[in-house]
C-alpha cells in the first residue's frame, strides 16, 4: 500500500534562526509589529510503499535521521495520511 508521510522540519528552539529574523524584520518594516516571532522551516512530503502505516512511519524516520533533516540543528515531525 502507498501511504503519504508528512516530515516537518524545524530548527531546534534552543538555536537562533536566520532566516526567521530575517521574515521578522521585513514584517515589521511592513507594519505588521504584531507578529512576534517567526521560525522558517521545511515540509516534506513523501509517497512510502509499505505493509501498515507503522511501517511507512518507521521508514520515513529513517529518511529523516540520515538525509532531511540534521538532528545537530533540527527536529523533525512525521505524519502519516
Request: net charge negative; hydrophobic share 50%; proline share 2%.
Amino acid at each position: 500500500m502507498i501511504y503519504t508521510a508528512q516530515v516537518k522540519v524545524m530548527p531546534l528552539k534552543e538555536l537562533l534562526d536566520p532566516q526567521g529574523k530575517a521574515v521578522m524584520g521585513g514584517l515589521g518594516n511592513l507594519g505588521l509589529g504584531s507578529i512576534k516571532d517567526v521560525r522558517i522551516g521545511k515540509n516534506i512530503t513523501l509517497q512510502v510503499e509499505a505493509e501498515s502505516e507503522a511501517a511507512a512511519k518507521a521508514i520515513a524516520e529513517d529518511a529523516a535521521k540520515k538525509l532531511l533533516a540534521n538532528q545537530v540543528m533540527e527536529m523533525f515531525e512525521i505524519t502519516i495520511g
